[in-house]
């Protein structure tokens, strides 16, 4: 059954087997300098940002994804909110030919037993690795061949993943990045309810409440 939702003023239809868009995906949008750029999201689900992008001021948009079921959706959506938006499949940057001003990717960087026992990621879903940081790391590695120069790559980070390995690849990769925002985001009743299986060092306690970390980099040479 499909549905519709709002994302930031833009209708999006959706159904129970696809990734719904999330406070990190509004995040995303609103702190990615796009106007005027040509622009790549990378993992665009639904499509929420590559449509925000198209309709806020993108010279171009490129949008692609590795769950057929998300593109088929982004391709309805874009034509509901009568957008041009490019939009294929792609494992990542497996079949990106282009280069672009800004690339943009909010794929999983939730551990995926995580993912499995909050249920955030529909089934059929892709998510990343027990680590929670395989997607990120290989973005990371492979960005700089898909961004013209002066390009920079948006890339959110949860802390139900490996920080340590991505920050430090962030510092490999790119002469300079800044952490565009950092939100403590409280914890959902069924994560409270699996405190015992989840690393210690994936959270925080504030109070009596516990909170993940979300955070998105902005990278560049």
Same mark, same amino acid.
């Given at each position: 059954?499909?549905?519709?939702?709002?994302?930031?003023?833009?209708?999006?239809?959706?159904s129970d087997e696809v990734f719904r868009p999330t406070l990190?995906?509004? #995040?995303?949008?609103?702190? +990615?300098?796009?106007?005027?750029?040509?622009?790549?999201?990378?993992?665009?689900?639904?499509?929420?940002?590559?449509?925000?992008?198209?309709?806020?001021?993108?010279?171009?948009?490129?949008?692609?994804?590795?769950?057929?079921?998300?593109?088929?959706?982004?391709?309805?959506?874009?034509?509901?909110?009568?957008?041009?938006?490019?939009?294929?499949?792609?494992?990542?940057?497996? #079949?990106?030919?282009?280069?672009?001003?800004?690339?943009?990717?909010?794929?999983?960087?939730?551990?995926?037993?995580?993912?499995?026992?909050?249920?955030?990621?529909?089934?059929?879903?892709?998510?990343?690795?027990? +680590?929670?940081?395989?997607?990120?790391?290989?973005?990371?590695?492979?960005?700089?061949?898909?961004?013209?120069?002066?390009?920079?790559?948006?890339?959110?980070?949860?802390?139900?993943?490996?920080? +340590?390995?991505?920050?430090?690849?962030? /510092?490999?990769?790119?002469?300079? /990045?800044?952490?565009?925002?950092?939100?403590?985001?409280?914890?959902?009743?069924?994560?409270?309810?699996?405190?015992?299986?989840?690393?210690?060092?994936?959270?925080?306690?504030?109070?009596?409440?516990?909170?993940?970390?979300?955070?998105?980099?902005?990278?560049?040479?």
């Amino acid at each position: 059954m499909k549905n519709v939702l709002d994302f930031l003023g833009i209708q999006l239809a959706y159904s129970d087997e696809v990734f719904r868009p999330t406070l990190i995906s509004e #995040n995303c949008a609103k702190l +990615t300098d796009f106007k005027d750029k040509c622009v790549l999201d990378l993992g665009c689900g639904i499509g929420p940002l590559a449509i925000y992008f198209a309709k806020n001021g993108a010279r171009q948009v490129s949008a692609c994804d590795i769950f057929e079921k998300h593109l088929e959706f982004t391709r309805n959506n874009a034509k509901l909110n009568e957008v041009d938006i490019e939009i294929f499949y792609s494992d990542l940057f497996s #079949n990106v030919k282009e280069k672009y001003d800004v690339i943009c990717c909010d794929v999983s960087g939730v551990d995926k037993r995580v993912a499995e026992m909050t249920g955030w990621f529909p089934g059929d879903v892709p998510k990343a690795d027990e +680590t929670g940081s395989n997607l990120i790391l290989k973005v990371l590695d492979e960005a700089q061949s898909f961004l013209n120069e002066g390009g920079n790559l948006n890339i959110a980070t949860t802390s139900f993943s490996d920080m +340590t390995a991505i920050e430090d690849k962030i /510092s490999e990769k790119f002469l300079n /990045s800044e952490v565009l925002i950092k939100i403590e985001v409280p914890f959902s009743k069924r994560l409270k309810e699996n405190l015992q299986f989840l690393n210690k060092d994936s959270y925080k306690k504030i109070g009596g409440d516990f909170f993940w970390i979300f955070k998105l980099f902005k990278c560049s040479n």
